[in-house]
C-alpha cells in the first residue's frame, strides 16, 4: 500500500510540473540541439570511425618492437635412413623481421595525420548536416508565413463578402458585385489551401530529418565576421587528405626496401656412434636484396592518391569561393529588396485607405478596392517574406563560411 501511495504521489506530482511549467517541457530546441538530433538520425559519421579504426591499426604497427612477426624453426637431421653411423643434429632459433631505420616512424606518421582526418570528417559532416537543417528550417518558416499571409487575405475577402451581400441586399450595390467579391474569396482561399500544403510538407520534411517539430519561431543567426580560412571543415578535411596521402607515400616509400632478418639459435650436433652431443649458439644476419621493383606499383597507387587528393584541395577551395561569393551577393541583394519592399508597402497601405473611402462614398467601383486591396496584402506579405528570406541568406552566409552551430 505504501509503495502504491508513493505512486500516485510521484505521478500527481509529474502532472503538477506538467502543468506548471509547459515552456520548459515544450522548449523551443536550440540550432545546435537540431543539429545535434539529425546527425544522430543521418548516416555519415560511421566513416569518422573507420578512419579511427585505420589510424589505430597504423599505431599497433608502428608499436611493435620488429617489422613483422617473429618465427620459430626447428631442425633435425640424421643419417639412420642411410649410412646409419650414428650422425645426428638439432638446431632450433627464432627469426626477428628488424626495422630499417625511420621505418615504425612513418606508419606512426601516418597513423596521426589519419587520426585528425577522422577529426575533420566528423566536423565536415556536422556542417552538412548543419546546413541541412537549416534549409529545412527556413523553408518550413517561410512556408508558414505565406499560409498565415493568405489566411490573412482569405479573411479579408471574406468579411468584405459579408459587407457587400449586406449593401446589396440593402440595394446600394448590384449582384454584380457580390459575384465579382465571391470569386475573389474562393480564389483566397484556393491560395490559402495551397499554402498549407506546403506547410505540411516542409514540416514533415524537417521532421524526417531531424526527428523533431519544427520550431515556431525562426532560428535566427548573427552573420559571421570571419572568412574563408584553413579552419573552414570542409577546406581543413581536403588538407589533411592530402597530409595523410604523402605520410602513406612515404610509409610505402620507406617500405621499398625490406629491412635485414636476424636469427638467433642454437645447435646440438653427434658426429656417430659412441659420440656425445656438441652444443654451439649461433646468430645470423641476412639482408634482402633488390632495387625496389616489387615495390613499385604500390608507391605508383600511392603517388596517384595524393596526387588525386591535391587536385580536390585545389577544386574544393575554388567551390569554397564561388559559394562565399554567392552568398554575400544573395546577402546584398535581400538588404535591397527588404528596404524596397517596406517602401511599397508604405504605400500601398496609403491606397487602400484611400480606395476603402472611396469605395464607401461610392466614388470608385469594388474592381478598384479589389485591386488595392491584392497590392495591400500583396505587399505585406512580399515585406515579411523578405524579411525572413533575409534571415536565410544570413544562415546561408555562415553556412558558406563554415560556421557549425555550436
Known sequence: MIQIRRARVLLALGAFLMCAFPAAIHATPSLVEMVDAAAARNPGMELADAERGIAGALQRKADQPFAGNPSANVKYQTD??????????????IDLPLW?????????????????????????????????????????????????????????????????????????????????????????EEAFQLASNRVTQTERLFTRFTGLDAPRK?????ASKTGLNGQHPRLQLAQRHVAQAQAHRDRIRSESRRG????????????????????????????????????????AEAESALTRAQVELKAGLLQLEDALTQANLELDRAKASLKQTKRRRALA???LKLSRRAFDLGE???????????????????EQIRQLEYGQTVARLNQALGVIPQ
Open 80 to 93: 639412420s635412413v642411410g649410412s646409419d653411423n650414428g650422425y645426428r643434429e638439432w638446431e632450433g632459433g
Open 349 to 351: 497601405e496609403e491606397s
Open 100 to 188: 630499417l631505420p625511420g621505418q615504425s616512424d612513418s606508419y606512426a606518421r601516418e597513423a596521426e595525420r589519419t587520426v585528425a582526418v577522422s577529426d575533420s570528417i566528423s566536423d565536415a559532416k556536422r556542417l552538412e548536416v548543419a546546413g541541412e537543417v537549416r534549409e529545412r528550417l527556413w523553408a518550413v518558416v517561410i512556408a508558414r508565413s505565406e499560409a498565415e499571409q493568405t489566411q490573412s487575405a482569405f479573411a479579408v475577402a471574406k468579411s468584405l463578402l459579408q459587407d457587400i451581400q449586406r449593401r446589396v441586399e440593402a440595394g446600394e450595390l448590384p449582384r454584380s458585385d457580390r459575384l465579382l467579391a465571391e470569386k475573389e474569396l474562393l480564389q483566397r
Open 364 to 382: 470608385t467601383d469594388l474592381v478598384r478596392l479589389l485591386q488595392a486591396q491584392a497590392d495591400a496584402l500583396a505587399a505585406r506579405q512580399d
Open 218 to 222: 525562426p532560428v535566427l543567426e548573427q
Open 260 to 299: 635485414p632478418n636476424l636469427w638467433l639459435g642454437a645447435k646440438s650436433l653427434k658426429p656417430g656412434a659412441g659420440y656425445d652431443y656438441d652444443s654451439s649458439v649461433g646468430v645470423e644476419l641476412s639482408m634482402p636484396l633488390g632495387n625496389g621493383a616489387h615495390s613499385a606499383p604500390d608507391l
